[in-house]
């Protein structure tokens, strides 16, 4: 099949994955429209200032000024598209299920400038039959009589971002379509901006895919937790347990325990799992206990920090290191961080924290390394943070990143 020949493209989102695979399909010879609700996102984006690691502001002053990509908060906009792909967030509601509120608001504002002919793509993470049960049914409501045929896909982003190695171009695509006609404009869109776009029959197995490989993670993180805690106990070094592991040739993947797991999706998306087997009458029980196991981590790291500390010290100072979900990003979505410093602070401890990436976190800033503390936990290994210099003060360190090898006072998780 050959690529779709670049026309202009409509992206609903400009976070995380919208705006990077703006910059991969101007790249591409797209030109983009980047519709966001957000306001000051949009003035933001059009000032050149990029709010997302994985595009550099020179990027997208580049894009900008060559006139092939600009933010917006007009969904009119849309009916100049050939393509519209919708990449807003898909988080939990308060009972922890599936909200998506804000994709069937995507949907709602897109549909009445939909023109003749559109592929419509959704690449939000969500579960099986989301494209076919919420996103379609609104679109075919509202959109223009005139507009007759429109195109649908599924096409989960499988982003990393901060990920060094693999990003929009080179991570295959997988692609579902709900007719023939849709699969071969969708395979067509994103062979013009991927290396390789993978078909398949529904976009409800496009969505299970995308579910089970964030599950995938979920699971594995949770087994390499409850085994972290065993050799704990028993005095053995689980990251050494895990390289000699590693030396099977096959059958074994390594996984790396820590303080729980963040961000917008290996907490979540396996939430969307679970709802889903239970709206079929059924349970995703080893699932749920996997991330019941994640859950107990930051408490689990709580108290060994604290055990590190003269029990004399009523109030120990304890300094967190890093607090975004994971290296390389500022964001702390989901940040298992939180529930590290709670519980912290629930045992009488007075916490502070540093983190080169956050700026601001829950309402409170950032302390330097010269802050003086009885333990520090090195929760995420953030680039720029100083850890020597913590070492060469004395300071009892727990490294829950497995990345300070044999040095006086460093405990590993
Ligand atoms: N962040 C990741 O690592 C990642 C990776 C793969 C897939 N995903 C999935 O991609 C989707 C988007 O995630 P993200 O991390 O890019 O989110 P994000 O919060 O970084 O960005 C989403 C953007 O959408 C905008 N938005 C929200 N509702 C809108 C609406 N109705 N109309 C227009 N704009 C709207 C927000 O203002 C925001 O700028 C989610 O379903 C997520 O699960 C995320």
Known sequence: MSPQQPQILAIIGQGYVGLPLAMAAVDAGWTVIGVDNFEVKVTQINSGSSPVEDVSDSQLKAALSKGVY????????????????????????????????LLRSAAKGIAPFISNETLIVSESTSYPGTLRDIIIPIVNKLKPEASKTVYFASAPERVNPGDPVWNQKNTPRLIGSIDNASQTRALAFYESICDAAVSVSTPEVAEAAKLLENTFRLVNIALINEFTQLCAASGINVNEVIGAASTKPYGFMPFRPGVGVGGHCIPVDPLYLTWWARQKGTRAEFVEFAASINQQMPMYVANRALSLVDSDIKNPKVLILGVAYKPGV??????????LRDHLVTQGADVAWHDPLVPMWDGSKPVDLGWDCDVAILATNQPGVDVEKLISKGVQILDCTNSIKNLNGVTSL
């Not at 990449?87 to 299920?97: F, I």
């Not at 500022?330 to 529930?339: A, K, N, Q, Y």
């Open 330 to 339: 500022g964001d702390v979505r989901e940040t298992p961080v939180s529930e």
């Open 70 to 101: 600009k933010a917006t908060n007009d969904f009119s906009s849309v009916s100049q598209a050939s393509v519209i792909t919708i990449c807003v967030p898909t988080p939990l509601d308060d009972k922890r299920e599936p909200d998506l509120a």
